[in-house]
DNA sequence: CGGGCATAATTGACACGTCAATCAGCTTGG
DNA sequence: CCAAGCTGATTGACGTGTCAATTATGCCCG
């Protein structure tokens, strides 16, 4: 009876520039928290990925992998925060192409000093702003839209 | 009874990383598709924004508000596609420090011919991939984070 | 073995976004 | 009227992200 409508609806497309810019504004806000205590959100990744790995190190690759980031951004982004002192950069003992990314000492402690309070605002910005049903609601959701992109 | 918990429980984290990184996969699938027509999504903003306005033209001030950017940002993205030719900048007649942003043949031509694909590409990333009820429970979940955000 | 291909990582060029500084023109209170 | 301050817009510096090209090494097959 009826065929698939080509366009969306006004409010289809309201919902979706809702979407889209409402996704802005958390990241933003997030960045925006962060950013006090001197970190961006990749700062933020990076770090959380390392301190998570055996021996606070790992390869270039494997770690551009656990954040889900490309290559030449991570490697972008390792560059500046070597030049913070965050994390050092290490030959690969077992592939000489290899590079490691170690996380050092500042990088530690300033990630030890913000975890906690990111998870706290992760809670404040995020989870405390919806029911729990919002929040099921939402992981059903995301799953559906990541399910539908990788099937083309 | 139950205090408010202070960190997010694994589930809520991952709930949470799901939506910032989904809305960064959603994203960048759209930007990927006008790219074929050679616009960012920015681009595809403001042509939008200019080819409602009366005249195909608005100052700068309002074009900012209306799409909700930083007056730097517009600037620096004028620029930019006044360089392309998609827009012109003129002088405001009633006002000598302001600026107008004029949408281009170049530009309107463009925009009438990646409006409808650009259209069709919204259902079909995101419309067609939600049930009618999880694209309704996504509004209200937008509108939540939205005005628990304005809370603040 | 060694030429050719794959892989690890970096680099450079460029688009984009934010922040702070700047500049010009409007506006207003004494 | 005019100095002080407000507003519109641009600019420069810098962090960030993508893409294509590059460099260096590993690996495999003839």
Same mark, same amino acid.
């Given at each position: 009876?009826?065929?698939?409508?080509?366009?969306?609806?006004?409010?289809?497309? !309201?919902?979706?520039?809702?979407?889209?810019?409402?996704?802005?504004?958390?990241?933003?806000?997030?960045?925006?928290?962060?950013?006090?205590?001197? /970190?961006?959100?990749?700062?933020?990744? +990076?770090?959380?990925?390392?301190?998570?790995?055996?021996?606070?190190?790992?390869?270039?690759?494997? /770690?551009?992998?656990? +954040?889900?980031?490309?290559?030449?951004?991570?490697?972008?982004?390792?560059?500046?925060?070597?030049?913070?002192?965050?994390?050092?950069?290490?030959?690969?003992?077992?592939?000489?192409?290899?590079?490691?990314? +170690?996380?050092?000492?500042?990088? /530690?402690?300033?990630?030890?000093?913000?975890?906690?309070?990111?998870?706290?605002?992760? !809670?404040?910005?995020?989870?405390?702003?919806?029911?729990?049903?919002?929040?099921?609601?939402?992981?059903?959701?995301?799953?559906?839209?990541?399910?539908?992109?990788?099937?083309?």
């Amino acid at each position: 009876m009826t065929t698939t409508r080509r366009f969306p609806t006004r409010e289809e497309l !309201r919902i979706w520039r809702d979407f889209i810019e409402t996704g802005e504004a958390v990241r933003s806000a997030m960045a925006a928290r962060l950013q006090r205590d001197g /970190l961006s959100s990749g700062d933020y990744t +990076v770090l959380l990925a390392l301190s998570e790995a055996p021996g606070r190190r790992l390869r270039s690759s494997e /770690l551009a992998a656990t +954040v889900g980031w490309e290559r030449s951004r991570l490697s972008h982004h390792l560059g500046r925060m070597e030049k913070r002192g965050l994390i050092r950069r290490e030959e690969c003992l077992t592939d000489n192409r290899g590079a490691e990314a +170690v996380l050092a000492p500042a990088g /530690l402690e300033i990630f030890q000093q913000v975890n906690r309070p990111h998870l706290r605002d992760i !809670r404040e910005i995020f989870v405390d702003a919806l029911t729990p049903a919002q929040l099921e609601a939402t992981g059903e959701i995301m799953a559906a839209l990541r399910e539908h992109l990788a099937r083309e």
